[in-house]
């Protein structure tokens, strides 16, 4: 049961300190160290320490808005968290992820690699992301910003906030840290796969990481070089932006949003890449139309770039190009629909298993087609007019942003989770946290789709009292999530410390990442791996000796007869 074919057999277990966890000991051999896999782990605890701090914010919004008038804390109080939650939110945590946390630790191992190109400058990655994340607290600490995350004009050029530079050059940062990681991941992906691995051999996860990393680089600069332009405009008084002084404040939305939108994809790409995973492996099937999903990527990462007007229309556009804004965001629903269809494909007749990354993956398709098609109402030019600026968009954001790539990227955490940590986590506790999660997401902001139908604007600090019974439903599915969450941290925690011992390959999973002991050794493979289908199940039965699944080798095809 344990026999491979040759050139893919599983690599011994790791020795008690031969694994990347326990090879080198001491807090310098973390902070200084080039594997992969340990700047994977420190990337995901400070995304979650993030994700915390964040959520906190959200937490006290929805606190203040349980009533009409104030509830806990001041008008301008309120403006500072959300301003703090939104940047935080999408900055530190929803762009970088899933390429900077999962990404990092599972790409090279996909491969069958070492580790990444230039790990040297992964590591340099991560402090940049650190230094992004400092700057973003010393705003805190120098009173705060009220300019919303957006950081539009006038609100960042004239508030006399302290913490307004601060912010704006820890965004700045972290563009940096999203450049390299992406320049790390095309240079990986094109000059270190394995032998067999050909484009169309190679697993959709990376196909996705490789279309984020096209949008980063290419993108990102534009985000930074604006940043730069604001506070150059709010300490030397130019009129770049500002219109007193001569600027023009649509100049920066264009600028702003040209990155911005195709960051949407950077966010939700990605997270398409773990849920084909997820839907092929715990469907036991092999991938439907994956050439077409593999392509789908790369379309939308290009159509990515067309369609930043859609955020605009009611800012003084000529109706042409309004128009044709409307119509570049229908086309970019193409690749995201067809991703959609060869997922339900693939699970069709398939043996599907309800485990607790699978519950995430599909948690992932309802939420993405709510927030999908509630997109194509933003996209019609008759519609977005009354819709703009009220909850409904910021119940859209949410079912794209965070249904949708939050919960896929918890969904490849409880995925990798045994392969990360060598650990198993309570499937029990997960199929509950998951309840929580979804029945909490939804219950806070479905609500706000009817409220933006209705009128209500979005940011306001008090509301009319009709709105109060939607916004306390609102309220009490953030705590209900809240709940969810921090049950997933506790038992993802007691599983680090007491759960059971992972096999190799708890799932089933065909790609390469599978056939290294869990956790990973430091030099992921012992022998350079042969990949083949990735989607490939075939072959791969499980043991009850181990608890895993293995690879049983295929019987040789017997000779033919002779001929006499």
């Known amino acids: 049961m344990t026999a491979f074919s040759p050139g893919v057999a599983l690599d011994r277990p790791a020795g008690p300190r031969t694994d990347y966890l326990r090879v080198r000991a001491g807090l310098a051999s973390w902070l200084f160290t080039l594997d992969h896999k340990r700047i994977g782990v420190m990337y995901l605890v400070g995304i979650l320490g993030a994700f915390l701090l964040g959520g906190i914010f959200a937490l006290l919004i929805r606190t203040e808005l349980l009533t009409p008038a104030r509830t806990v804390m001041s008008a301008d109080r309120y403006n500072q968290f959300f301003t703090l939650h939104g940047a935080i939110m999408t900055f530190l945590v929803i762009i970088p992820g899933i390429p900077a946390a999962l990404g990092n630790f599972v790409l090279p191992i996909m491969l069958g690699a070492r580790d990444l190109a230039f790990p040297r400058i992964n590591l340099a990655s991560f402090y940049l992301w650190v230094l992004g994340a400092v700057l973003a607290v010393l705003a805190i600490v120098l009173g705060s910003v009220d300019t919303g995350w957006t950081f539009y004009v006038p609100y960042a050029t004239e508030t006399t906030m302290g913490g307004v530079i601060p912010v704006l050059l820890g965004a700045f940062v972290l563009g940096f840290s999203s450049i390299f990681t992406g ?30 990393a096209i949008i980063q680089i290419l993108a990102t600069p534009v985000l930074g070089i604006t940043l730069v332009l604001l506070i150059i405009e709010r300490v030397f008084k130019l009129g770049i932006f500002l219109p007193a002084l001569g600027g023009d404040p649509v100049l920066y939305q264009h600028f702003f949003w040209f990155y911005s939108h195709p960051a949407v994809y950077i966010m939700i790409l990605p997270a398409m890449g773990i849920v084909s995973e997820l839907i092929s492996v715990f469907s036991r099937k092999h991938i439907f139309g994956y050439t077409f999903i593999a392509f789908s990527s790369i379309a939308i990462a290009v159509f990515g770039f067309f369609v930043w007007g859609h955020h605009m229309f009611v800012s003084g556009q000529s109706t042409m190009l309004t128009t044709i804004f409307s119509l570049l965001t229908y086309s970019v629903s193409i690749p995201s629909a067809v991703k959609v269809f060869n997922w339900l494909a693939t699970m069709y007749r398939g043996s599907i298993a309800l485990k607790t990354p699978m519950l995430y993956a599909l948690a992932f398709i309802f939420l993405f087609g709510i927030g999908g098609l509630t997109g194509l109402f933003l996209g019609a030019l008759a519609t977005d007019v009354h819709l703009t600026d009220t909850y409904f968009v910021v119940a859209h954001f949410h079912y794209v942003m965070m249904g949708s790539t939050l919960i896929a990227m918890i969904g490849g955490l409880h995925y990798w989770w045994p392969k990360m940590t060598g650990r198993m986590y309570s499937e029990r506790a997960g199929v509950i946290a998951w309840a929580l999660v979804f029945v909490g997401f939804n219950l806070t902001f479905f609500p706000q789709f009817i409220m933006g139908a209705h009128g209500m604007p979005r940011r306001y600090y008090n509301y009319p009292p009709e709105f109060a019974l939607l916004h306390q439903l ?42 290294c002991a869990s956790p990973p050794p430091t030099e992921n493979f012992e022998h350079p791996p042969v990949a083949g289908d990735p989607y490939d199940y075939s072959d791969i039965e499980y043991d009850p000796q181990t608890g895993g699944y293995v690879h049983v080798p295929r019987p040789a095809p017997a000779a033919p007869a002779a001929v006499h």
Do not use: C, D, Q
């Open 183 to 212: 320049l790390n991941f095309i240079v990986t992906i094109h000059k270190m796969r394995p032998p067999g691995m050909t484009w169309f051999r190679l697993p959709l996860f990376l196909w996705a990481l490789y279309a984020t």
């Open 474 to 515: 609102s309220t009490v599915g953030a705590y209900l999530m809240a709940v969810g969450f921090f049950l997933t941290a506790a038992y993802l925690l007691h599983a680090l410390f007491r759960g059971a011992r992972a096999p190799a390959n708890p799932w089933g999973g065909a790609t390469l990442e599978w056939r």
